[in-house]
């Protein structure tokens, strides 16, 4: 087993266009997180999911972003309409349910020009 | 106020030294994470721990579930722990505290 991988590592993007993140958890991993990171802060809590079911969102997830996760296996995570304030390190992390540890890919640095 | 605080912010060592990196949280947790990052670099999970204490190496991971304060050791700094130390607590997810970010200079 390779971790948690995400993709794209890095976007560059202009401001009103829409991308797509895509995080691939360990296999036998149920729930799947998404955070969000700015410079020299710690990472956000945006959203998680246990399988296919999306079971908590955070106000920080306006309706610009949208994440699925339709076979409980890879997730994606969606901006709309990216504005400057999207420019962060977008983190993806898995664990067992009912175990806490959880661990993270990568991320995906997205900077909105 | 925060849910989870950490100190010191930044911290500066010379090699060889005990550092030490504290946390402090207000609300009920299962367990608290100490994460390592590194520049530009993903997230290593370094200690999960809800009682007590836990020793990898040179790190030690010390949780006072009563006093809601943790603390994380490193003992014989090296140039090679230069990172952001991360204290983050579990509830249904992760809370983070914004971070130590420690130099360890040779």
């Known amino acids: 087993d390779t971790g948690v991988s995400q993709d794209p590592r890095h976007k560059i993007t202009k401001r009103g266009q829409n991308v797509t993140f895509r995080c691939d958890p360990i296999?036998?991993?149920?729930?799947l997180y998404w955070y969000r990171q700015t410079l020299g802060q710690g990472p956000e809590f945006l959203t998680y999911?246990?399988?296919?079911?999306?079971?908590?969102k955070s106000r920080l997830l306006s309706d610009r972003f949208s994440a699925e996760r339709p076979k409980g296996s890879f997730s994606t995570l969606e901006i709309q309409r990216t504005e400057q304030g999207d420019s962060a390190m977008y983190l993806c992390?898995?664990?067992?349910?009912?175990?806490?540890?959880?661990?993270f890919g990568p991320g995906t640095r997205l900077t909105v020009t | 106020k925060n849910e989870v605080e950490q100190s010191p912010q930044n911290l500066t060592a010379q090699e060889g030294e005990f550092i030490t990196i504290n946390c402090s949280y207000s609300?009920?947790?299962?367990?608290l994470h100490w994460l390592q990052q590194h520049p530009g670099g993903g997230i290593v999970s370094l200690f999960m721990?809800?009682?007590g204490k836990k020793k990898h190496g040179r790190l030690i991971a010390t949780i006072n579930i009563q006093e809601k304060h943790s603390s994380l050791h490193i003992t014989a700094s090296h140039p090679r722990d230069s990172a952001v130390y991360i204290c983050?607590?579990?509830?249904?997810?992760?809370?983070f505290g914004t971070g130590t970010l420690l130099a360890v200079q040779p």
């Open positions: 992390a898995s664990s067992l349910q009912g175990f806490y540890e959880q661990y």
């Open positions: 296999s036998e991993h149920n729930r």
């Open positions: 999911f246990q399988n296919e079911a999306q079971l908590e």
């Open positions: 609300v009920g947790i299962s367990a």
């Open positions: 721990l809800s009682s």
């Open positions: 983050a607590v579990a509830t249904n997810k992760l809370i």
